[in-house]
């Protein structure tokens, strides 16, 4: 939700709808001001993170003027403050979701990948299709988490790299560039960490109002040896185990 921008005072306010409630008046939003700007919330640190009313997307909203835009778009529409557009924004709907961040320039990710020294990875929390924060304001994973192999795959390695090349981005190069000596490659004596799929196939299935969905295309994953995805399907037989450099 948006309103865990506000953490501090949700939780303070006990719900969504006693925060936006609450919202309504102008001495806690000047006290929120305040706060914020003078650097004692880190999620919103003007000094540390300047840009974040960039980085807010409103995404599922009863309001249609905020759906898709960012806070930073909201506070130059309406003339106000970017804290105010954000307060503006749970007041009108305490239960408005944050969307998928917006794509950045394509070629600017072509040029990166092009350089032979590219390699990819996933900075995301592992989490399995039910994951989520059991108490509001809920916090769904990021796109990534489920899709942004396969993204990386159908759109750079088959559409810039060629496949053979794609892969190795994801496997040998990180396997000999981080010391780990017994994987990145299928050979004797290597850690069976395979991943059998169709090329064709390879479809990133996320979406910003529901980002826990798995790829299409991949039909079996296996994690030193074990079976990890059987047939199209998640087994968590959880294999994995923490790589150290050898």
Known sequence: HVAASLKPWFKA???????SRNLAAPDLRH????????????????????GWASTIIVGNTVVDEFR????????R?????????????????????????KEGSDEIKRIFFRHPRAMVGIDTFLADETAGSSVPPYYLPNPNTFGG?????????????????GIRRLTSLPAERLGLKDRGVIAEGKKADLVIFRPEAVLDKTTSE?????????TWVFVSGKPAVEEGKLTLSRNGSVLRRS
């Open 149 to 165: 192999m396969a993204r990386f795959l159908k759109h750079y390695a088959l559409g810039l790299l060629g496949l053979e090349e």
């Open 31 to 50: 006290e929120i001001r305040d706060y914020i700007l003078s650097g004692k919330w880190y999620r919103l640190n003007p000094i540390i993170q300047p």
């Open 210 to 218: 529901e980002p826990r969905q798995y790829p299409e295309g991949f």
């Open 68 to 75: 898709g835009k960012t806070i930073a778009e909201i506070a």
């Open 77 to 101: 529409s309406t003339g106000k403050h970017p804290l105010d557009a954000l307060m503006d924004v749970i007041q009108e709907d305490p239960h408005a979701t944050v969307g998928k961040p």
């Open 13 to 19: 306010a006990g719900s969504l709808e006693q925060l």
